[in-house]
């Protein structure tokens, strides 16, 4: 049966209307697989060196610190890792038992990126300490129990999908945590660590972190299992509407109608409310760069830059036009100039990124030219990104439904990894420039080589604009087709 599944899974696939996309991203997403896969096999052989050289006990220090690795993991999979999606109302009707299904879908999840990844770490991690005289038993129970506690995260997401502001919750904590640990205030793991040495030299406790996995997974199973029904999870759930007539927008004429729909999109669904969350998590990107104990290149701060001040754009833009896609067909019938549709989004981009701009305005704390950074990031958003992430809508023909994460099966993910493959190219020319300038001369030349081509965007945005309305007047009945499949 399950192999009947997966059959079905690899037509769907294969009869997309977006599967030449598809398979594109698919590849590019496999590089980024393999990058952070020879990152992990690299940390995991060359940890216990690196501590040890530290005058560090190898073991002692990684159980100290699996605390704050496995609620990163966490946050990771609630930010990025989709939960069970398939096609369940055509399947109810066939002959298929319910649980067939479920235990499908979860077995899907165990096979996912996020829980074999780690096997790239602990395992040659495991392999030296083997190799260094550790027991053997007591090497591979550890990685028993490590790996159930992953495994745990997985069901734990599904469950955890459709509650609102956890995402938010679980960093903060972390961030508390870990800050109180930094300034000696509290360190939380003295209380862990001793679970994570007992797993190592008490034989049986790598039995709990063990049925704590099956007691998750049949939790996750009779959760799924109970939403399986066409009268009940499966049905689209209708609140009380709430009406807002924002009529300070109407002296736009139609840009002010189109921007009242946006507004409302944004406000009235969990999925696009997401993108506020997401880039104000993107406000703090620049603390990785722009503090004083910051190893990274000084050429990446200009990355930082941008993504501190394109948080907004970046996470909202890349679904333009797959926000409307539920009413896209209806409104490609209706008289509406695709030029007033497309400068409504770019506007709301650029408001989005002069809003974070100002809000970032913190970073003056690290001095006026960290800030200066930033300020030049938003200049090339404005002038270059908003354009590129509007041209490239017309190609990403992904239907997004707003109404997803209500029930058990939806996939309500507003930001993944295909999102951020697409902002791979809008973030090379800035960089390189940047590099240009501080190479030839000094910083300020290179964040001048950026601003000025940033400003030459903005100089040439009608023109660009024609190109972008042409570009989805050609993609259109495309675009309509990949729509309509479900």
């Keep these: 049966m399950f192999a009947k599944f997966i059959y079905l899974e690899w037509k769907s696939f294969t009869r997309s209307a977006s599967f030449a996309s598809n398979l594109a991203l698919k590849i590019l997403m496999g590089f980024l697989a393999l990058y952070f896969i020879v990152l992990f096999l690299a940390i995991g052989i060359g940890a216990f060196y690196i501590l040890r050289e530290m005058k560090l006990d190898p073991l002692v220090t990684v159980n100290k610190f699996l605390l704050y690795y496995f609620v990163m993991d966490l946050i990771a999979r609630l930010m990025l890792q989709a939960i069970p999606v398939m096609n369940i109302r055509p399947l109810l009707s066939l002959p298929f038992k319910r649980p067939t299904i479920v235990h499908f879908s979860l077995w899907k999840t165990v096979l996912s990126y996020f829980n074999l990844i780690h096997a790239f770490f602990f395992l040659p991690f495991c392999a030296v300490l083997i190799y260094e005289g550790y027991d053997v038993i007591s090497v591979l129970l550890w990685l028993i129990g490590l790996y159930s506690i992953i495994y745990a995260n997985n069901f734990l997401n599904i469950l955890l999908n459709n509650k609102d502001n956890l995402l938010g919750i679980f960093i903060t904590i972390a961030l508390i ?33 063990v049925l704590v996995m099956i007691g998750l997974y049949y939790w996750t199973y009779n959760f799924l299992k109970g ?50 969350g997401l880039s104000i998590m993107f406000l703090f990107y620049g603390l990785i760069f722009f503090n004083s104990n910051s190893h990274q290149p000084e050429v990446m701060r200009i990355f930082a830059g941008i993504f501190v001040s394109g948080g907004f754009l970046i ?19 209706q008289n509406i100039p695709y030029r007033g549709y497309l400068n409504s989004k770019w506007w709301l981009m650029i408001i989005g990124t002069v809003i974070s701009t100002i809000l970032a305005s913190f970073y003056l704390y690290f001095g006026w030219q960290i800030y200066l950074t930033i300020v030049v990031g938003a200049i090339y958003n404005i002038g270059v990104n908003s354009l590129l992430v509007l041209l490239g809508g017309a190609f990403t023909k ?10 058990a099966f939806g996939d309500k993910k507003a930001f993944n990894v295909k999102t951020m493959l697409i902002t791979i190219p809008q973030l090379i020319l800035p960089v390189l420039l940047y590099w240009l300038g501080t190479y030839i001369m000094n910083a300020n030349l290179g964040l001048a080589f950026v601003a000025i081509v940033g400003i030459l965007g903005l100089a040439l945005k009608n023109k660009v604009f024609v190109f972008i309305e042409k570009t989805y007047k050609k993609e259109k009945y495309a675009t309509i087709a990949a729509y309509k499949q479900k």
């Design 177 to 209: 945590l870990a800050g109180c640990q930094y300034y000696k205030l509290f360190d939380i793991t003295l209380y862990t660590y001793p679970f994570f040495e007992a797993l190592f030299h008490t034989k049986w406790v790598f039995a709990l972190p």
């Design 227 to 276: 939403d399986l029904y066409l009268d009940a999870g499966l049905t689209v759930k209708n609140d009380i509407a709430k009406t807002e007539q924002l009529t300070w927008l109407n002296q736009f004429g139609t840009l002010g109608t189109f921007l009242k729909n946006d507004i409302k999109l944004i406000k009235r669904n969990k999925r696009s409310k997401t993108t506020i």
């Design 315 to 333: 996470t909202f833009g890349q679904f333009v036009p797959s926000w409307d896609s539920a009413y896209y067909q209806l409104m490609m019938t």
């Design 398 to 407: 992904t239907p997004i439904d707003l109404s997803s994460g209500k029930g």
